[in-house]
């Protein structure tokens, strides 16, 4: 049986698989996650909600981001696109919902697209997500 909370927006926070995680650091070496929890931070310096990483500055970082699903992604889409305008790289995981504004304004034509094959089970979930993921890559 699928677990309701999975098709609610009950939840944002969709944390990220450790083996996923760790085929994309060791590519990017990342040293900074703006939008985690100490329990699923990924990087050694984090942001928390209460730091909130949309008002930091990233410049030097090398940043891993898988923001919150909800109402703010587009804000911090929007973020990671304006920090890789400054050089700083970017690699986001984010669902992969290309009929959004956000998408077209912030990733489309402007930076590495690569979708996930198949669904990503986050957290401790026994089910794959409800949707498809795709990781952004910004350059910087």
Known sequence: MLNEGLFSSKTELWATPQEFFDKLNEEFGFT????????????A???TPE???LAQD????????????GRKIAAWVK???????KGTLVVMLIPARTDTSYFHDYIYHKAEIRFVRGRLKFGSASQGAPFPSMVVVYNG
């Not at 900074?32 to 990087?43: F, G, M, S, V, Y």
């Not at 973020?79 to 305008?85: G, L, S, T, V």
């Open 51 to 53: 730091d909130d990483g």
């Open 79 to 85: 973020k990671c696109h304006d920090e890789a305008q």
């Open 58 to 69: 990233w410049s030097g970082e090398r940043v891993f981001c898988n923001p919150p699903y």
């Open 45 to 47: 310096k984090f942001f």
């Open 32 to 43: 900074l996650d703006p939008c985690a929890l100490p329990d699923n931070a990924k990087c």
